[in-house]
């Protein structure tokens, strides 16, 4: 039955969530913004708080573990698990702050990643763990197949080589996900990821990023040089089987990039929900029956950019729901992700436009959301590859034909 | 027409009433008259085919409207029969129920094999197929808003079963899909507001073998015009009302035997039941740019009176907002259906088309169109899903139809806008479909009434 409402089961989820990001990160939130590379250290409480409720059930499975696949009874009927738990709830916390939510201990896309592609060993060894995720490097960014650190197989180790950049909480984190190639020559196929615990000898943080936004959040540059990872550190299978080709470390997108939507999701109804508000201070209320040429121009925009953001988080939420529902989602993730990223910036900076000095000053928080949005257009794969994605899934062609 | 009466300035020829004619506009424009007089066609001058022109229905019909056949009063003055909403679901879920999955694959059909061969006619036209229409009351379009106890086939609120199926009528043809629609909102109206009274009336009809022609009557021909405040009046006179406006964008006005009619009474929107047959009532054909199957009228309303029993639902203005919501419903489900067809049809088409040497979708400035219309498309049905099932399930959809309709109006356009560009001077020309549904999705943003989930 048609029914795209917030889930019963997840309604006190997502109310607690709100909680949380409207008492926790919302006063913290321009605090951080200022004192970049400075610790969060409020998360810490929280994130004792998360794995509590984790530990319980309470949370629904939700967070960056969330979007395991795992092999769970399937009575036929329609579910609403962890990964649709996990985007309804990474939206409240990107309401509250992004860049906060991007630096919660034992919530990074590693251990997305590491849920995703581990086997139940490796899941088990590193449970608990915080991991950030490493993948762009200096030369190489959308075309991640072209990766040049290089992992080669010594004994019972693997050693690494390679410059890692853009690598959030790289600095924070308990352990890194690199993505290196066992033979450059073997192109996609021979991409593997590995867990790299902090500490390792020949793993270094060279320097932390100066940001436009999400400025709570760390974002590394990691050189590894002749870093020796135990061999069981290889998430997956270590075979380099050149007809599944990328499709084993790219699975990892179909399941973050709908919660990077969500993040977007989040951030820009954060900044309608301001400006909303502020509107109505300056007069203005929308009405959602009166045709919008018969309203102010600012009530027509916000209706329009309303109806943007509400067409992005239903297509988060779709994505989601085949995801809990085991239904391939590699077309409708990137839908998502294309759409909310892009309406994230618009509706953000918008908003700006909308409230004037009242939006651009930093003594509200509208400017910072403006900043904030645009990476969430950028990481986990730009506007422009899930346009690609999509592009090549409507129109069956392969990367040969539509580059 | 007077020579002096067409020179009048602006207001009309698409000219705004600032425009004035300097002499020697004058005599171009009295050239013009000359040229368009029968003289040179008696002459033989001028080709025989650009009388073509002058159809009958293009030209305009202008009548007192069809007589119609009486409706017997029958029934009580009480509440009449209403379906229970949906069950509220707690469950996040976007698969149709079995019924409704089986309404979809017939109509679907139906759109594929009947509705779509025969759209392109039917646009030339302005008039959908007689067995077209025929067919599409066996498949049960009217009824299916209409309660069981009434003879039709709603078992509760039915407002998603009635999104999936204009969008998929629509995904054979827009113009068709309002065209079969049409006696449906009315039947779904009377079932949703109508007295005991006006569901014995007039629902008999609807769900027999002869089903009326009927239209909802909700637009009115006034640039910023605002659904809310219809300027067509009811003015109460002893026991009845008398009805004065105009009111545009009607299908089928020709040959509806029942409308539903909004106008204003004592400053508040009122929905009135009017039979075609009413002295008064005078119908005029207003083709348009697209939509054209579904023949859009305007219907005048001079002195019109109606008995008091002729109110639907409440006059503080309650149901006729409602009605406004479930109408601009159904419309957003069209523009799912038909912008689904514009995808249907350019990704073959540009798979296909070369240029360069290699197929165009293989350039990413093409590919991008056609994912940007495959999103757009995506969180316009959604959007709209979203807003249905609340409908059905009895909850507040002001909020979600409004932002459905934002989105289906301005990226559904864009999307009819993308599939012309792809085809490039093909989509420009009547043997692609595309230039059709291009003028058939400027309806989003525009029309009210006419449809009604």
Known sequence: ?????????????????????????????????????????????????????????????????????????????????????????????????????????????????????????????????????????????????????????????????????????????????????????????????????????????????????????????????????????????????????????????????????????????????????????????????????????????????????????????????????????????????????????DITLSCVELCGTLGYSESELLEKWARDSKILDIFEGTQQIQQLIVARRILGLSSAQLK | MSLTNSLRPGGRNGLARKESRDPIGYAVAALNVVAQSDLIDRLGLRKKTEQAVFTSTRGGFSVVTKAGRTFAKRGAQKPGVRVPSAGASGVFDLTPTEDEQMLVDVVGEFATEVVRPAATEADEACEAPVALLKSSLEIGLPILGVPEKLGGISEERSAVAGALVAEALARGDMGLAVATLAPGAVATAISLWGTDAQQATYLPAFTGDDVPAAALALSEPTALFDVLQPGATAVRRGDRYVLNGVKAGVPRGGDAELFVVGASLEGKPVLFLVEAGTAGVRVEADPSMGVRAATLSKLHLTDVEVPADAVLGETDGSTYVECVRLSRLAWCALAVGTAQAVLDYVTPYVKEREAFGEPIAHRQSVAFMVANIAIELQAMRLVTYKAASRAAQGKDFAREVALARNLCASKGMQIGLDGVQLLGGHGFVKEHPVERWYRDLRALGVMEGGVLV
Request: glycine letters at 8%; aromatic letters at 4%.
């Open chain 1, 1 to 345: 039955m048609i029914n795209l409402e917030t889930p019963k089961k997840h309604r006190a989820l997502v109310d607690q969530a709100h909680q949380v990001a409207m008492n926790m990160l919302r006063p913290i939130s321009r605090k951080y913004d200022r004192a970049e590379h400075s610790y969060p250290k409020e998360l810490d409480m929280l994130a004792a708080m998360i794995d509590g409720l984790s530990e319980s059930g309470a949370a629904e499975g939700a967070g960056a573990t969330g979007v395991r696949r795992d092999e769970q009874k399937d009575d036929g009927g329609v579910r609403n698990g962890s990964n649709l738990a996990s985007v309804m709830s990474i939206a409240e916390m990107c309401w509250g702050d992004t860049g906060l939510l991007l630096s919660m201990p034992r919530q990074g896309l590693g251990n997305s990643a590491i849920a995703s592609v581990a086997n139940e060993e490796q899941l088990e060894r590193f449970k608990g763990t915080w991991a950030a995720m490493a993948i762009t490097e200096p030369g190489v960014g959308s075309d991640s197949a072209n990766i040049t650190t290089t992992a080669r197989l010594d004994g019972d180790h693997y050693v690494i080589n390679g410059e890692k950049i853009y690598v959030t909480s790289g600095d924070r984190a308990d352990s890194v996900v690199v993505w290196a190639t066992l033979d450059k020559s073997l192109g996609r196929a021979a991409i593997k990821s590995f867990v790299v615990e902090k500490g390792t000898p020949g793993m270094r943080v060279e320097r932390l990023e100066h940001k436009l936004g999400i400025r709570a959040s760390d974002t590394a540059v990691i050189i590894f040089e002749d870093c020796r990872v135990p061999a069981e550190n290889l998430l997956g299978s270590p075979e380099v089987d050149v007809k599944q080709g990328f499709a084993g470390a790219m699975a990892t997108f179909d399941n973050t990039r709908p919660l990077v939507a969500a993040m977007a999701v989040g951030c820009a109804r954060a900044s309608l929900d301001l400006t909303r508000d502020l509107l109505a201070q300056a007069g203005v209320e929308v009405d959602h029956d009166r045709p919008a040429h018969l309203q102010s121009a600012a009530a027509a925009k916000f209706l329009q950019l309303e109806a943007d953001w509400e067409g992005a988080q239903l297509l988060t939420m779709q994505a989601a729901w085949m995801a809990d529902n085991r239904k391939p989602n590699s077309l409708e993730a990137s839908m998502a992700k294309a759409k909310a990223g892009r309406v994230g910036s």
